[in-house]
């Protein structure tokens, strides 16, 4: 009598296993947020099936940082709409214009990740400009169908984020390439390459 109670306890206990595993939905959803000052998480929620990544700003800030967050999100019996998200910044809604799928997948093949990218911005103006060592970021200038980054020899600085209207006016021709980029300290110059990220209203990033 005991051993069929135990057998038929962990029968029930398969079955309880297996509905739970089928019911629970995970996702691996990362966000990357340009934003004037720090940021940290605050976790997430998951109403009606949408994901709200909830943040909170230390502090404020006239340049541009960037918070990169990963979640591991899941919710019970639940359909999750990756296509739609809200990050919310102390209260403040943000929807991402761009958007890309990470390449995992659940046991059904199917792709269960999403990576965001947000501003208060305009995200056409945003471009990731990585200085060369021993340079610092000086400005920009649009000249002759070519966007020259001017620098000066003072410190490293490394990745700059800027907003700039220019970036948004000429992005496709800086994406296509029949827009130069040129870095100059005024003594040398070199070539620069535009990589745009993911599809929607997105950020460039510039680099050597």
């Known amino acids: 009598m005991v051993r069929r109670a ?11 296993a ?3 595993s089928r019911a629970m939905k995970t996702a691996e959803v990362q966000v990357t947020i340009y934003y004037p000052g720090e940021l940290v998480s605050e976790g997430y929620l998951v109403e009606d099936g949408q ?3 909830k943040f909170h700003a230390l502090n404020s800030s006239e340049e541009i940082k960037t918070k990169h967050e990963t979640f591991k999100v899941r919710c019970f019996f639940c359909n999750l709409d990756l296509e739609n998200a809200t990050i919310l910044i102390d209260g403040a809604s943000l929807n991402p214009t761009c958007r890309d799928y990470i390449m995992t997948f659940d046991k059904k093949g199917d792709i269960v990740g999403m990576h965001y990218i ?4 305009n995200l056409s103006e945003i ?9 610092r970021f000086k400005g920009l200038k649009f000249e ?9 020899s003072e410190g490293s600085e490394g990745v700059k984020i800027i907003r700039s209207e220019v970036i948004a006016k000429y992005k ?4 296509s390439g029949w827009i130069r980029v040129v870095y100059t300290d005024e003594r040398r110059s070199w070539e620069g390459r535009v990589y745009s990220f ?3 209203e997105c950020p460039i990033l510039i680099e050597m």
């Open 144 to 152: 002759n169908s070519t966007l020259f980054i001017l620098l000066t």
């Open 51 to 53: 994901v709200i990544l």
């Open 198 to 200: 993911e599809e929607g």
């Open 172 to 175: 496709e021709g800086l994406k």
């Open 118 to 121: 947000v501003t208060p911005y």
């Open 6 to 16: 135990v057998v038929v306890f962990f029968f029930l206990l398969l079955i309880g």
């Open 127 to 135: 471009a990731e400009i990585k200085i060369p060592e021993g340079h």
């Open 18 to 20: 297996f509905v739970f």
